[in-house]
């Protein structure tokens, strides 16, 4: 069966989040299968889970079926924040105007829910109000600055700052071993959880090191799933407390050694930059292992 749609509002939203929002039940490898199947199209011509779907295009579906395109009820479940965990977050909030806010997100709390996820900042912030939107993710174990929406709007506006590369990052990571080099350009193609070829850039420099440790500025050109972590093991360094790229450390009770120290990007025309200082864990090892830093990390930002 053929299911002609006619889109009666632009939406600016991407085909595979239409297609889930019409259709519940769909999942994403559904969407992309049949989309590369030529079984979903646009104005009668293929197309991609990316496209930006606008008013008057013709979308057609040749497998329609009632079976395979449905809604389905899901009862989301109403996970309680704590006080405390809702004070940890006001807490760590170091900057928030009417459009977005800037965590500084601690180490051990996921950006987003999963199956093996008790709670995450995603969560949080739907509990504080149901229009804030991720924007960007960190690792469970990465801390530092996280960018937070506050409406639509922003979330399109920043997503869009982030996709076409005018977000710079900076992280500080402590590495196990010494890269060959001080400074370079890493290009690496990684796999991802998709098991899809992705193709990395990453620049680094070694801010001090000693026998065993580096301490390694991060300047990512892209923003892979683990990429600074494969990165690090890629350049025979890798990073203290990884406990996946780094299984065979003597560090193992260490957290990840590995910050987000500081962002920097324009919007409506206002440029916006924040640095962090290291969390103590990480003054902490440094301390442990005679290897120093400078207290303000901004310096590091021009070197």
């Known amino acids: 069966m053929i299911k002609n749609i006619k889109i009666l509002k632009n939406s600016n939203q991407r085909l595979d989040k239409y297609l889930k929002y019409k259709y519940s039940s769909l999942t994403q490898g559904f969407i992309e299968k049949n989309i590369r199947k030529k079984n979903i199209l646009i104005n009668n011509s293929t197309t991609k889970a990316s496209y930006l779907v606008k008013i008057n295009d013709e979308l057609k579906i040749l497998n329609f079926h009632e079976n395979l395109y449905k809604n389905k009820i899901i009862f989301k479940k109403n996970i309680k924040i704590s006080k405390d965990i809702l004070a940890e977050f006001k807490k760590s909030i170091i900057f928030e105007n009417n459009n977005f806010i800037v965590l500084n997100k601690w180490s051990q709390i996921a950006t987003q829910g999963g199956s093996k996820i008790r709670i995450s900042i995603d969560q949080i912030i739907q509990n504080i109000n149901s229009q804030y939107r991720l924007v960007h993710r960190l690792d469970k174990e990465t801390s530092g600055l996280l960018l937070i929406a506050k409406n639509l709007d922003y979330a399109k506006k920043i997503s869009s700052l982030f996709k076409q590369k ?46 065993t440790i580096s301490s390694i500025l991060f300047n ?17 360094c890798p990073i203290v407390g990884d406990n996946k790229y780094n299984i065979y450390s003597k560090y193992k009770k260490e957290s990840l050694m590995l910050h987000a120290f500081a962002i920097k990007f324009t919007i409506d025309n206002k440029k916006f930059e924040f640095v962090l200082n290291l969390p103590d864990y990480f003054l902490n090892f440094l301390k442990k292992n005679n290897l120093k830093i400078n207290k303000d990390l901004k310096n590091y930002l021009n070197s």
């Open 166 to 211: 005018e977000i710079t990052k900076f992280y500080i990571a402590l590495c196990e071993g010494n890269p060959k080099h001080n400074f370079s350009q890493v290009k690496l193609d990684i796999k991802s959880k998709k098991l899809k070829i992705e193709s990395t850039v990453t620049n680094y420099k070694v801010i001090n090191k000693n026998n």
């Open 220 to 236: 990512p050109q892209t923003g892979k799933t683990h990429q600074l972590r494969i990165v690090s093991k890629n350049l025979g």
